[in-house]
Every structure is written in structure tokens, then in C-alpha cells.
């Protein structure tokens, strides 16, 4: 079963930091691009960061304050996200890219994604 599993969620109390994963089975994650969505209650899902073989992107909102990365050897992709605010609070989802149709310049766009994991719930609050 082609598979993404989102893990690594929880509670923080705002400036933490938590880190999240995205791990892939069934196919070679370092094929694709990888997205990072989030969606919280009453707001539309929206785009938070992006991987790519030739870029990483983020959303105005979390950019200096997540990073993304990935390893290969464990087929993981990773959300580093420091100096949490309130306002992220949300449920976050990884997602793959489809081959052919997904661009950079367009990573943010839900439509170019084709897989996508279960979802992990992160909360900022004191």
C-alpha cells in the first residue's frame, strides 16, 4: 500500500519547538517532491513548506522559523519548526508531489499533490 505517515505532534508551549515526520512506504520518496500542509479549524488548508531536488520553499508565515529536510536512507521527510506561535496551531499533513505536473512555482497548490498522510495535530498554547 503507497502509504505517507505524518508523526511527531503534540503539545508545546509557544517559542518551543517540535519537529515533524513524513515517512513513505511503498515508493521512493527522493523521486518525488514533498509538501507540508496544515489546516486549522475553520480556515482553509494552505501550504506551509515544500521539497523539491532543486528547492525548498516556505510560507511567508514560517519563514526563519521552519526548516525542512530529508533523509533518504530512512525515506523521511522532516518539518524542523522553532519559535512556535499560537497561530500555528493546526493539523499538519505531508503530501507527494505528482511527476510531471508539480512545479516550484506552484508548490503551494493542493492540486499538483497525489498522496497524502493521515495528518498529525500540533498545538501552541501556554
Known amino acids: 500500500q503507497l502509504q505517507l505517515v505524518e508523526s511527531g505532534g503534540g503539545l508545546v508551549h509557544p517559542g518551543g519547538s517540535l519537529t515533524l515526520s513524513c515517512a513513505a512506504s511503498?515508493?521512493?520518496?527522493?523521486?518525488?517532491?514533498i509538501g507540508w500542509f496544515r489546516q486549522a479549524p475553520g480556515k482553509d488548508r494552505e501550504g506551509v513548506s515544500s521539497i523539491s531536488h532543486s528547492e525548498r520553499n516556505y510560507a511567508d508565515s514560517v519563514k526563519g522559523r521552519f526548516t525542512i529536510s530529508r533523509d533518504n536512507a530512512k525515506n523521511t521527510v522532516y518539518l524542523q519548526m522553532n519559535s512556535l506561535r499560537p497561530e500555528d496551531t493546526a493539523v499538519y499533513y505531508c503530501a507527494r508531489g505528482v511527476p510531471g505536473e508539480y512545479a516550484d512555482r506552484w508548490w503551494w497548490r493542493d492540486q499538483f499533490y497525489d498522496l497524502w498522510g493521515q495528518g498529525t495535530q500540533v498545538t501552541v498554547s501556554s
Open positions: 511503498r515508493f521512493t520518496m527522493d523521486f518525488y517532491a
